[in-house]
Nanobody
């Protein structure tokens, strides 16, 4: 019943910006930790950003200062604003729900979206 649908991916040049969205349904969105993960070909999946039910955020060192995670609890939408994009940010980005604990290093989601591709050219 849980559904997570990402959108907003695309191709941009180094230094550009993108805003990813994840529309959620099938659970009580406002009460759980949400997060973004990414995976590039040949590399392990890594946590990018998380946001707890109280708005507390956590970021990977590689994106800190450039990415901002936020949530709209009325519309049940998770966002990831990405700026100053680098070639190293190229990956398939996944929305994930109900993480425990709510950190990029230890968080384990219950459900995943299908992913949206972000490609940054150098």
């Amino acid at each position: 019943q849980v559904q997570l649908m990402e959108s907003g991916g695309g191709s941009v040049q180094t230094g550009g910006s993108l805003r990813l969205s994840c529309v959620a349904s099938g659970f009580t969105f406002s009460s759980v930790c949400m997060g973004w993960f990414r995976q590039a070909p040949g590399k392990e999946r890594e946590g990018v950003a998380t946001i707890d039910s109280d708005g507390t955020t956590n970021y990977a060192e590689s994106v800190s200062g450039r990415f901002t995670v936020s949530r709209d609890n009325v519309m049940s939408i998770l966002y990831l604003q990405m700026k100053s994009l680098k070639a190293e940010d190229t990956a398939l980005y996944y929305c994930a729900s109900d993480l425990g604990p709510c950190t990029v290093d230890a968080g384990t989601p219950l459900d995943w979206g299908q992913g949206t591709q972000v490609t940054v050219s150098s």
